[in-house]
């Protein structure tokens, strides 16, 4: 079935010396690194948060972190310096505003890689906080009329293959009659871009000199990706979402049974031969006419390698339409750096393909105030509610505007009564919180009133008034409905919050796990509450 001869390089020959400048990575980078990520002997860097917080150990780098209030950062030179942490539940109710997080400069080497044209980055800097690592802003950057450039990434330093066949990948790493391309060709074109994309950041991660062997470092391991695909049979199990478990079960599934037709039976058969003890000329012919030679084996020697490769395509990949010269494509993306901005429904940041020079930029919105030290984010899916983020991500929001609630009733209260209470305007699918008309210090609408507006059933007509007495009749029998979602959980919002802040150690998944249900009760509570404001306010 597969033909090399359909392997294409996706680009027409690039002429490196038109653009074999290395740009210097950023200066400020290494100043930064040199004053903020100052390591001390022992490698833990050197900040403390005030000691009412509640500390946390940082899985990836083992340091510990804070995910409380900070207000006083000091220096430590280890762990042991925190004699008073506390690991109880979360006492200390600051406005959220003042939070911060404690954040950890990225390992120096991360910005220092280079290839051909480089990665350039501007006014941003990669640091781990509460999500993993994270772009952060690393100085003010103003309002303008204009979308900024904050970051850059040239194609020939992302791995990039067509979404439909021929398949066409750039670079084109790759080599006609590569067993890899036989496997890709196997691939479903609708469905299994990340089995694809997963076959190609292993084969990357094993070519010789390749971007991404170096890249592959700053990837989350198995034990730090919070993807579903990951998850043991006991996490699912707290998502307390068996819709959602079961179709992560199919998914692991589906990649399991992908590497095993591709890459088990030829080590099944080769270890029957063994056990045969069968000649070593039997084992060459054998050899030379296996579907599977060793070298593509060695790609994935586990199915666990497999499947975290899945997941790094699942939670990393971009979906974009390129143009290089007058060819444009539909393509799956693994961008470089691009792939640690963190998602926000409210996102500062966007993606855009500079086709001029072939460079995949990250830009900043078209009047955006972004403060120094603040998070940049993009939108990873518009439109979606926090199970289908947690499919693919392995997170869900607290405050998403997407989320839905199965009312079934026919109790309906008034819409425009509604938003004009909360300040909401705009059309169904754009609304948004109007400040402009909120009182100052409103902090209570967020996300989740907007899906509230979205979710609950709603009547309007015409200029027909609502009659207060029918509206909070009505308020009465859906909050009553969203008491009985909540009592179909095994627990409570206040046990789950105990259940994270009491357990530090738990693994991200499960912990993922825990704050998907604990968000979705959390979201039904706002809309108990957003409830009860309108009836308030509708009487006055
Ligand atoms: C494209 S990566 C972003 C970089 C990632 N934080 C890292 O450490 O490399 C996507 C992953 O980041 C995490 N993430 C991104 N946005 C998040 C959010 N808003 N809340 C929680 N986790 C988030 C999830 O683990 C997700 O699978």
Sequence with gaps: MASSATTRCFFSPFNVSAFSCIYLLIPFYLMESKQMGKKLNNGFAAVKPNLTEKCTINRRTGCIKARAAVNTIETVNSPSDYPSFQTESQQDDTPASKVQYWLELADPDFYRMGFVRSMRAYGVEFREGPNGFGVYASKDIEPSRRAKVVMEIPLELMLTISQKTPWMFF??????????????????????????????????????????????????????????????????????DENLASTMRKEKARAQEFWEKNWVL?????????????????????????????????????????????????????????????????????????????????????????????????????????????????????????????????????????DVLPFSGNARIHLDSFLSVFNISGSHADYYHNTKLANEGDNFVDGAVLAAARTLPTWSEGDIPPIPSLEIKAVKILQEECQQILAQYSTTSKQDQHILDSTPEMSWTREAAIKYRLHRKLFVEKVIEALDIYQDRILF
């Design 171 to 240: 670079p084109d790493i790759i080599p006609v009659g590569h067993p890899i391309f036989d496997i890709i060709n196997s691939t479903h074109p609708e469905t299994d871009w990340d089995l694809r994309m997963a076959c190609l950041l292993l084969y990357a991660f094993d070519h010789d000199k390749n971007f991404w062997q170096l890249y592959g470092d700053f990837l989350p391991s198995v034990e730090e990706c919070t993807s579903l695909l990951l998850a043991t049979e006991d996490d699912l199990k707290e998502l307390h």
């Design 266 to 402: 030829f080590c099944d058969i080769f270890i029957t031969l063994i056990s045969k003890k069968l000649h070593f000329v039997s084992m060459f012919i054998f050899l030379q006419h296996s579907a599977m030679p060793l070298k593509v084996k060695r790609l994935a020697r586990d199915s666990e390698r497999f499947i975290w490769a899945v997941s790094m395509a699942q939670t990393r990949h971009i979906n974009f339409r390129i143009r290089v010269g007058s060819l444009v494509q539909d393509a799956n993306i693994f961008a470089p750096y691009a792939d640690m901005l963190n998602h926000s429904c409210q996102p500062n940041c966007f993606f855009h393909w500079r086709f001029r020079d072939r460079m995949f930029e990250v830009m900043t919105n078209a009047g955006q105030r972004i403060k120094k030290g603040e998070e940049m984010t993009v939108n990873y899916m518009s439109g979606q509610r926090n199970n289908m983020l947690m499919q693919r991500y392995g997170f869900s929001s607290l405050s998403n505007p997407w």
